[in-house]
């Protein structure tokens, strides 16, 4: 297997190995690169969903779909249906992945956020439709010693309401989901379980600080995302039909860049549930 890091201490190339044939041994190689880089770049594996699924359980217990989904497997990342053919602009299942590309943490709008996220690629545009990444480890380290110190005790509110239920008008979501939905919070400083750095935990699901005016800690948290998720802290990836990605959503934030106009985009993902043992989203299966 060969490890080639992208930056010093983020994102990193695997190739040379099938996931698919997997050893315990390459297995545990592969997760200290994921816990060293935090993103890991698995090019052409072309895993069938099974495949995909079973790489995915071997880092934890796999997280339940929002309630309007309820897949495990979620097939239509991007701009296609489940079938990959492009959807209308003004479709609801398009609408929904708009808010993909703004910077995020997959599921910090619950209780317990997801651990990692598994992208592959199964339809890719000529151009555009990248992925991208932010290190808010280094996002953290390079705020100002004031700045961390005003973070130190504040807590955000994630809310899926706020960030993802409207675009452009339609209700994405059915009220019922919302409901099974509600705010949490989550600290803003946050130490990741395995490398102990500290990490700014921001992105578009958290909607303002608790105890502060809502519309001026929108805004510090907006510029905190902004700030943190720009170069050196990035990567990015132009996909290849085949290629997996997987994320450590407790210290990354991600987007996806647009697609040109009726040109396939179809992703798919998979999740690993926050570690805790009584997540209530994570699927004892
Ligand atoms: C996701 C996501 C980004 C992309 O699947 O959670 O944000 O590039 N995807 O499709
Ligand atoms: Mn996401």
């Known amino acids: 297997m060969r490890i080639e890091s992208i930056t010093e201490d983020f994102g990193a190339i695997v190739s040379d190995v099938a996931l698919n044939e997997l050893s315990d041994q390459d297995f545990q190689q592969i997760e200290q690169a994921w816990f ?152 803003l400083v946050t130490v990741h379980p395995v490398s102990k750095r500290q990490v700014l935990f921001v992105g578009r699901h958290a909607s303002h600080i608790v105890g502060q005016d809502f519309v001026s800690s929108r805004k510090l948290l907006r510029e905190l995302t902004t700030e943190a998720a720009r170069p050196p802290r990035t990567i990015g990836h132009r996909w290849e039909v085949g290629d997996i990605v997987m994320w450590d959503n407790r210290c990354v934030l991600h987007r996806a860049r647009a697609t040109p106009p009726n040109q396939p985009r179809k992703m798919v993902r998979s999740t690993v549930a926050g570690d805790e043992p009584a997540n209530e989203w994570a699927i004892n299966d």
């Open 36 to 187: 060293d880089y935090a993103v890991l770049v698995f090019p052409r594996q072309n895993l069938s969903n099974e495949d995909h699924f079973a790489f995915t359980r071997r880092f934890g217990r796999l997280e339940k779909g929002l309630p309007h989904i309820n897949m495990k497997l979620r097939p239509n990342i991007g701009n296609t249906d489940i079938k990959g053919n492009v959807l209308p602009p003004e479709h609801v299942g398009r609408v929904f992945n708009i808010g993909n590309s703004l910077w995020h943490s997959d599921s910090s709008y619950k209780r317990v956020g997801a651990k990692a996220s598994l992208l592959a690629a199964h339809s890719v545009p000529n151009e555009g439709g990248e992925t991208e990444w932010a290190d808010m480890r280094a996002g953290y380290d390079a705020l100002s010693t004031d700045m961390k110190r005003f973070l130190a005790d504040k807590v955000a509110v994630h809310s899926y309401a706020f960030s993802h239920s409207w675009h452009y008008g339609l209700l994405v979501v059915p009220e019922e989901g919302l409901r099974q939905l509600p705010p949490v919070e989550h600290p």
